[in-house]
């Protein structure tokens, strides 16, 4: 087996500081990391000029819990469970302390000095607008100004009240409009005012909104009990934050608000394919408190997250909304912010008060009247029934009552050794012995993946592969036609920049034609454009990770996208929407009523194949030259692809898995449940949780099974979602059997000193290593010559 860590000047060091595994961080360990941090991430002066001038360290993670998932509502930071009302609400106040502490810094009590001035009141078609400038601040002589405007319907009232909300849609539905002067691009002078408390602007914001609300309760048609707030994007952020710090505000539709707001920082960041802590605070450093930053890559230490600040506005009422490709959002991370939250709504006896609504469309969707019609509900003016198009609702309790499925995990025995080359007690000394284990192994790993349905293939001139399935076909039609059948990466493509990777000159060099393959998945294979006619290359399937409204497509990732390093090294690359996300999000939710007994893990790896058959069956293809090259998840189903599949030639799996016998709960990492309980990608694994040991495979076993084909593992030192130690054996285990077939440098071991993202570097340094296996032409190469 070749190894190949990245050294860096002072890697032990660091090395040390980053994984601490013997207890707290010393001063001297925080220092390493934040030296790292300035070294190894994108520049972020805001950030470094506040801590030269503070001294501020980063905090010592291991004092934090470590969830990989979401922080629990109901547990408090010591561990002691939520029971009651009266309990909710000294969590709260915790929750509220955490985020100041860690995202919008210290944010002031209301302002004490407040003067209102009349500047116009004009009357309407029907309502009258006043515009009124009000003073506020700490003290007398020490005061800003926010100037609101109110467009209040003719009538007697009282009429409900929505800050930030459209008066063109809101004087139509009865209700006061209200809007402010300031932004969080742009919060004013209040900060210089109040020095004592470090608030970044979505604080700053906030606790000017506290000032409006203390104006629109003076207001004799403002019904008092009725008082909305809602914004988009980044206002989106801070209507949520508002509405969590100030309780007078009865409801709150935070639309798109992305990380930061509802969206959770553990669900999307370059784990998640979009946009994180280290993108928010670099590009956007005056929203947040620069400490936030700290926690580029350590988001699952993060002590708050967005399910946490949207349970913070419990009892009262939040409708969550987002657009169905929403690149600034997540699909998924969204519900399980609902799911996480809902909890904390029913133990208050108002689990109705939590809603989502979800608009076919990109970032900018949004549906004003269809979050009037919620808004009626919660106000009591409508009594209609909302209905919230749940698209991941995924009950493992559920699937085994419908399936009936048991496993006796007892019935497996322990596995303890370490030596892959002798099972049962028997000795492997041959290649021709290992490859009969290796049919043991491959059977246990089908039967995890569970039964499949079979596919059908249409005889030779016939009509071809069945159709796709209706919810593969696009989102339904909803009332917002801005996207009815979602392309995203024709939207990608057409918008182009660094905000998704897809720039020169890969953009320019990168042909593509669609290339449909298994059971309607719709494939699309890029490929160099200047490719010679008659030339077969060598092909890549690229396989995304955990990127639910982009697919294949990345955002929030400014190096070039691996498909176009890939083509612009001379491969073909298909890619595709794996099952679930993407334009593919429709399957989940029917999958295991459909397939009780089959796997969303096995329709990928079956997709996979398929892609396989596709690829050998076109012209432009070498047939034995076709490798995987996944991500995340992606490369999870990229070992299993070709654990099972030995036409792929070679693998390259990034972030791809950590040993699930030694994945316990108490890792922190997310164990068995993250395939069984989080995201239902492997049901049957859950029957191990709390018995991993007696697994009938782990993945040193499937690598092993690739053998003597080349596989690189990239294993970052700072994977929140493995234990990068246990990755290393794991891969050292399986070099055993490499060695066994002579070949031990068809086996890679890369470690870069980071977290879990894709930089340059570790792109490139994977598409060399192809590049060495599969000798392609390179296309840039051929044209600046």
């Known amino acids: 087996m070749t190894t190949r860590l990245f050294r860096l000047l002072g890697v032990v060091l660091v090395l040390a500081a980053l994984a601490h595994p013997l207890g707290a961080m010393t001063q001297r360990d925080r220092s390493s990391y934040l030296d790292w941090m300035v070294k190894s991430l994108p520049s972020a002066p805001q950030f470094e000029q506040w801590q030269q001038r503070t001294g501020e360290l980063p905090p010592d993670?291991?004092?934090?819990?470590?969830?990989?998932?979401?922080?629990?509502?109901?547990?408090?930071?010591?561990?002691?469970?939520?029971?009651?009302?009266?309990?909710?609400?000294?969590?709260?106040?915790?929750?509220?302390?955490?985020?100041e502490k860690w995202q919008v810094g210290t944010v002031p009590p209301k302002a004490t000095t407040f003067k209102t001035t009349v500047q116009s009141e004009t009357p309407g078609n029907g309502y009258v607008t006043r515009v009124v400038a009000i003073d506020y601040g700490p003290q007398a002589g020490k005061t800003t100004t926010v100037t609101v405007t109110l467009t209040i319907p003719q009538g007697p009232g009282p009429f409900p009240v929505m800050i930030g909300g459209a008066a063109s849609s809101l004087i139509r539905r009865g209700y006061i409009a209200c809007s402010y002067t300031g932004t969080v691009d742009a919060p004013g002078a209040i900060a210089t005012l109040y020095p004592?408390?470090?608030?970044?602007?979505?604080?700053?914001?906030?606790?000017?909104?506290?000032?409006?609300?203390?104006?629109?309760?003076?207001?004799?048609?403002?019904?008092?009990?009725?008082?909305?707030?809602?914004?988009?994007?980044?206002?989106?952020?801070?209507?949520?934050?508002?509405?969590?710090?100030?309780?007078?505000?009865?409801?709150?539709?935070?639309?798109?608000?992305?990380?930061?707001?509802?969206?959770?920082?553990?669900?999307?960041?370059?784990?998640?394919?979009?946009?994180?802590?280290?993108?928010?605070?670099?590009?956007?450093?005056?929203?947040?408190?620069?400490?936030?930053?700290?926690?580029?890559?350590?988001?699952?230490?993060?002590?708050?997250?967005?399910?946490?600040?949207?349970?913070?506005?419990?009892?009262?009422?939040?409708?969550?909304?987002?657009?169905?490709?929403?690149?600034?959002?997540?699909?998924?991370?969204?519900?399980?912010?609902?799911?996480?939250?809902?909890?904390?709504?029913?133990?208050?006896?108002?689990?109705?008060?939590?809603?989502?609504?979800?608009?076919?469309?990109?970032?900018?969707?949004?549906?004003?009247?269809?979050?009037?019609?919620?808004?009626?509900?919660?106000?009591?003016?409508?009594?209609?029934?909302w209905d919230n198009k749940l698209m991941f609702d995924w009950s493992r309790a559920q699937w085994l009552k419908d399936s009936g499925e048991q496993i006796d995990p007892n019935r497996y025995p322990a596995q303890?050794?370490?030596?892959?080359?002798?099972?049962?007690?028997?000795?492997?000394?041959?290649?021709?012995?290992?490859?009969?284990?290796?049919?043991?192994?491959?059977?246990?790993?089908?039967?995890?993946?569970?039964?499949?349905?079979?596919?059908?293939?249409?005889?030779?001139?016939?009509?071809?592969?069945?159709?796709?399935?209706?919810?593969?076909?696009?989102?339904?039609?909803?009332p917002n036609p801005g996207q009815l059948r979602p392309d995203v990466p024709a939207w990608v493509i057409q918008r182009g920049g660094t905000a998704f990777g897809w720039v020169e000159p890969g953009r320019s060099l990168a042909a593509m034609r669609p290339l449909n393959f298994g059971y309607g998945v719709t494939g699309h294979l890029y490929f160099p454009n200047n490719t010679p006619a008659g030339t077969r290359l060598?092909?890549?399937?690229?396989?995304?990770?955990?990127?639910?409204?982009?697919?294949?497509?990345?955002?929030?990732?400014?190096?070039?996208?691996?498909?176009?390093?890939?083509?612009?090294?001379?491969?073909?690359?298909?890619?595709?929407?794996?099952?679930?996300?993407?334009?593919?999000?429709?399957?989940?939710?029917?999958?295991?009523?459909?397939?009780?007994?089959?796997?969303?893990?096995?329709?990928?790896?079956?997709?996979?194949?398929?892609?396989?058959?596709?690829?050998?069956?076109?012209?432009?293809?070498?047939?034995?030259?076709?490798?995987?090259?996944?991500?995340?998840?992606?490369?999870?189903?990229?070992?299993?692809?070709?654990?099972?599949?030995?036409?792929?030639?070679?693998?390259?799996?990034?972030?791809?898995?950590?040993?699930?016998?030694?994945?316990?709960?108490d890792r922190g990492t997310g164990g068995l449940a993250r395939y069984s309980e989080e995201r239902a990608l492997l049901p049957r694994l859950g029957f191990f949780i709390g018995h991993e040991s007696r697994l009938p495979y782990d993945f040193d076993e499937l690598i092993a099974t690739i053998a003597p084909r080349p596989v690189l593992v990239v294993e970052?030192?700072?994977?929140?979602?493995?234990?990068?130690?246990?990755?290393?054996?794991?891969?050292?285990?399986?070099?055993?059997?490499?060695?066994?077939?002579?070949?031990?440098?068809?086996?890679?071991?890369?470690?870069?000193?980071?977290?879990?993202?894709?930089?340059?570097?570790t792109q490139d340094e994977a598409v060399r290593w192809m590049n060495r296996i599969h000798a392609p032409t390179p296309v840039v190469a051929e044209q600046t010559r």
């Open 716 to 761: 970052p030192t700072m994977d929140r979602a493995t234990t990068p130690a246990d990755v290393r054996q794991a891969v050292d285990r399986a070099g055993q059997v490499y060695n066994l077939y002579s070949a031990p440098d068809k086996l890679t071991l890369n470690e870069p000193v980071d977290y879990t993202r894709l930089t340059a570097a």
């Open 61 to 99: 993670f291991d004092t934090f819990p470590r969830n990989n998932f979401l922080p629990d509502p109901l547990t408090f930071m010591n561990g002691r469970a939520v029971r009651n009302a009266s309990d909710w609400n000294r969590r709260r106040a915790e929750i509220r302390q955490l985020l």
């Open 416 to 478: 303890t050794a370490t030596d892959l080359l002798s099972k049962s007690g028997a000795k492997i000394a041959s290649t021709a012995d290992w490859e009969k284990a290796a049919a043991g192994i491959r059977a246990a790993i089908n039967g995890m993946l569970g039964e499949n349905p079979g596919l059908y293939v249409a005889p030779a001139g016939g009509r071809g592969a069945a159709a796709p399935p209706a919810a593969a076909r696009g989102a339904a039609p909803g």
């Open 196 to 385: 004592e408390h470090d608030f970044a602007s979505m604080g700053q914001v906030a606790f000017t909104l506290q000032t409006v609300v203390d104006h629109l309760l003076t207001v004799p048609q403002v019904d008092k009990a009725r008082i909305a707030i809602t914004g988009y994007s980044r206002a989106g952020k801070m209507a949520l934050i508002a509405a969590a710090l100030d309780e007078r505000i009865a409801a709150v539709v935070a639309g798109s608000t992305g990380v930061g707001g509802v969206t959770p920082w553990r669900l999307s960041g370059e784990y998640g394919m979009g946009e994180g802590v280290e993108s928010t605070t670099r590009s956007f450093p005056i929203w947040f408190h620069p400490r936030l930053r700290f926690f580029s890559g350590k988001e699952d230490r993060l002590p708050v997250d967005g399910n946490l600040i949207v349970a913070m506005v419990a009892p009262r009422a939040i409708l969550i909304q987002y657009g169905l490709n929403d690149e600034v959002t997540n699909t998924w991370s969204h519900e399980q912010a609902y799911y996480s939250a809902r909890r904390v709504f029913s133990l208050l006896q108002q689990p109705n008060r939590i809603g989502l609504l979800r608009v076919p469309g990109f970032h900018g969707s949004n549906d004003v009247e269809a979050s009037l019609d919620w808004l009626d509900i919660q106000f009591g003016r409508s009594t209609a029934a």
């Open 538 to 665: 060598p092909a890549v399937i690229w396989l995304h990770g955990y990127s639910y409204p982009l697919g294949y497509m990345w955002v929030y990732r400014s190096d070039p996208h691996p498909i176009l390093a890939l083509v612009n090294a001379g491969y073909a690359v298909l890619a595709f929407d794996q099952a679930g996300f993407g334009s593919r999000m429709g399957e989940f939710a029917p999958f295991y009523k459909r397939h009780p007994h089959w796997s969303l893990m096995g329709r990928m790896v079956e997709d996979t194949m398929r892609a396989v058959d596709a690829l050998s069956a076109d012209a432009a293809i070498d047939p034995a030259r076709i490798s995987v090259f996944g991500y995340t998840i992606g490369g999870t189903v990229g070992l299993y692809a070709a654990a099972l599949d030995a036409r792929i030639k070679s693998v390259v799996s990034i972030s791809g898995f950590t040993p699930m016998r030694t994945d316990t709960a």
